[in-house]
């Protein structure tokens, strides 16, 4: 997430970078999920 950010600062093309920072929340949510679902299970 912080290579999309940083990507879109540098190179002002906010379109390219968006897939990067779409990835980044995907797998920073992916995360918090999992850990949700272990503190259920114990």
């Known amino acids: 997430m912080l290579a999309g950010v940083y990507t879109a600062y540098r190179t002002r093309e906010i ?3 968006v897939s990067g920072i ?21």
């Open 15 to 17: 379109m390219e970078s």
């Open 22 to 42: 779409i990835f980044g929340i995907a797998l920073i949510g992916t995360v918090i999920i999992d850990r949700n679902k272990k503190d259920k299970t114990d």
